[in-house]
């Protein structure tokens, strides 16, 4: 998201790549919702060990392909990891919904926080915006600059809680089928709407903030050259 914050001059720089481009493309959408739709299908007709193994093969399987294609480690290492952190509890519990239950408290975990930085005045993203740029801006003093970082960080809220309420909900109604549906289409589609408004509030504050910085020092120089 650095790429997309920073001041650059456009025409001694390369095209800036898309959020989604950022977020792994089509490819890392695809990753996430794979091992999804296939444990969700084997649970349709098979034995729920059978699909518990179907959805570690197919995170194995993804995890050596990801790491064909040069991604880092880290990543495909995540990604296989949550699959299987996944599969284990279906297994310890004998439930197929719990396949879901990480993301969802995860989800819950993640509107706290966001919420409640703006409740407390220091929305999120302004936060995160002020130590990736040194941590020396008074960005809270600037009333422009703190509101498109309390809509950015109500916006990953929204995101987080609809992701809550909606698949707690599957998940109470025992709706494996439906809770499926919901993580695909509330992934990474709503976290792509989120991470826009996100990019557009670092834009402003980049603007905005480093523009008063200049003049400012431009003043003190000019102080300075006047004594």
């Given at each position: 998201?650095?790429?997309?914050?920073d001041e650059?001059?456009?025409?001694?720089?390369?095209?800036?790549?898309?959020?989604?481009?950022?977020?792994?493309?089509?490819?890392?959408?695809?990753?996430?919702?794979?091992?999804?739709?296939?444990?969700?299908?084997?649970?349709?007709f098979?034995p729920?060990?059978v699909?518990?193994?179907?959805a570690?093969?197919?995170?194995?399987?993804?995890?050596?392909?990801?790491?064909?294609r040069?991604?880092?480690?880290?990543?495909?290492v995540?990604?296989?990891?949550g699959?299987?952190?996944?599969?284990g509890?279906?297994?310890?519990?004998?439930?197929?919904?719990?396949f879901?239950?990480?993301?969802?408290?995860?989800?819950?975990?993640?509107?706290?926080?966001?919420?409640?930085?703006?409740?407390?005045?220091r929305?999120?993203?302004g936060?995160?915006w002020?130590?990736?740029?040194?941590?020396?801006?008074?960005?809270?003093?600037?009333?422009?600059?703190?509101?498109?970082?309390?809509?950015?960080?109500?916006?990953?809220?929204?995101?987080?809680g609809?992701?809550?309420?909606?698949?707690q909900w599957l998940?109470?109604?025992?709706?494996?089928?439906g809770?499926?549906?919901a993580?695909?289409?509330?992934?990474?589609?709503?976290?792509?709407?989120?991470?826009l408004?996100?990019?557009?509030?670092?834009?402003?504050?980049t603007?905005?903030?480093?523009?008063?910085?200049?003049?400012?020092?431009?003043?003190?120089?000019?102080?300075?050259?006047?004594?």
């Amino acid at each position: 998201m650095l790429n997309e914050v920073d001041e650059v001059d456009d025409t001694a720089q390369p095209a800036r790549p898309t959020v989604l481009h950022q977020m792994g493309g089509v490819a890392g959408f695809v990753y996430s919702t794979v091992p999804v739709v296939v444990f969700v299908t084997a649970d349709a007709f098979l034995p729920l060990p059978v699909a518990i193994g179907v959805a570690v093969a197919t995170g194995l399987a993804l995890f050596v392909v990801r790491l064909l294609r040069g991604e880092r480690p880290v990543s495909a290492v995540g990604s296989l990891l949550g699959v299987a952190v996944a599969a284990g509890i279906v297994a310890w519990t004998g439930s197929a919904r719990d396949f879901f239950v990480i993301g969802i408290w995860a989800s819950l975990a993640g509107f706290v926080v966001t919420f409640g930085s703006v409740l407390a005045r220091r929305p999120l993203t302004g936060v995160i915006w002020n130590a990736l740029h040194g941590g020396t801006h008074a960005w809270r003093s600037d009333r422009a600059v703190r509101v498109a970082h309390d809509v950015a960080t109500l916006a990953a809220a929204s995101v987080f809680g609809s992701r809550f309420a909606i698949q707690q909900w599957l998940y109470l109604t025992d709706s494996t089928g439906g809770l499926g549906v919901a993580r695909i289409v509330m992934g990474t589609p709503l976290t792509v709407l989120a991470a826009l408004v996100v990019v557009w509030s670092f834009r402003r504050s980049t603007s905005r903030l480093r523009t008063a910085d200049n003049s400012r020092k431009a003043d003190q120089e000019s102080g300075k050259a006047q004594k």
